[in-house]
């Protein structure tokens, strides 16, 4: 069962985190060294790392819970184990500042989520990221497997409440204006039309000219 504290959604708490499935490939370490960073500096900082494992990771959870511990972070973080999909929202709202620090990634789902509830999101420079990322405008773009670099970068955005909710803003109108259900949907049959335009074109060039006469 998801579990966050009182403690978490008190006003003057600022809520570093992600919203992904606890396995190796999304970095989530490099969030938890990143946070160490800022929590030297900043009382009012919160982790929550939102999502569950699977057998192949259970090992990865066990030294990410270790890692908490001897950065002395318990006090400090939330695991809340799986939650179910239709509560991702609430979760994603929770969180101040969204941080997706992938090792590697296809498509950027949990990113493109963080920037529709208007959250301004700080993620790594590989695969589908940076694809779903406007540089500056809805969030910042760092080095993957850089701690340093995200904590910069994270720390941006805690001390300037005004510039998280202007990329919050425009973050939400990206995710409207190319990413939404309707126009994904456009999209593809725009691409399903060109496809299939040209495989008629291809059919039509191939098709060799009949003279009707015979040897």
Wanted: proline residues 2%; contains cysteine.
């Amino acid at each position: 069962k998801a579990r966050v504290t009182d403690d978490l959604l008190e006003k003057d708490k600022i809520v570093i985190g992600t919203v992904k499935t606890m396995d190796e490939i999304y970095g989530i370490e490099y969030l938890v060294k990143a946070f160490h960073i800022l929590n030297k500096k900043y009382s009012n900082l919160r982790l929550l790392l939102v999502g569950g494992t699977n057998k192949s990771n259970i090992e990865y959870l066990k030294n990410l819970k270790k890692l908490v511990l001897d950065l002395e972070l318990k006090d400090k973080t939330v695991f809340t184990g799986q939650i179910p999909y239709e509560k991702a929202p609430e979760f994603h709202n929770m969180l101040t500042i969204p941080v997706y620090l992938s090792l590697r990634e296809s498509y950027g789902v949990s990113a493109l989520e963080s920037q529709a509830c208007e959250k301004a999101i700080v993620v790594s420079d590989v695969g589908g990221l940076p694809e779903v990322v406007k540089e500056n405008e809805t969030g910042f773009i760092v080095k993957s497997c850089d701690e340093n670099e995200a904590a910069r970068a994270i720390e941006r955005l805690i001390l300037d409440e005004n510039l998280r909710r202007q990329m919050g803003k425009n973050a939400r109108n990206l995710v409207l204006e190319k990413f939404s259900q309707e126009v994904v949907a456009r999209k593809m049959i725009e691409i399903y039309n060109r496809v299939l335009d040209n495989h008629e074109k291809s059919k039509k060039s191939l098709t060799l000219p009949v003279d009707g006469t015979r040897s």
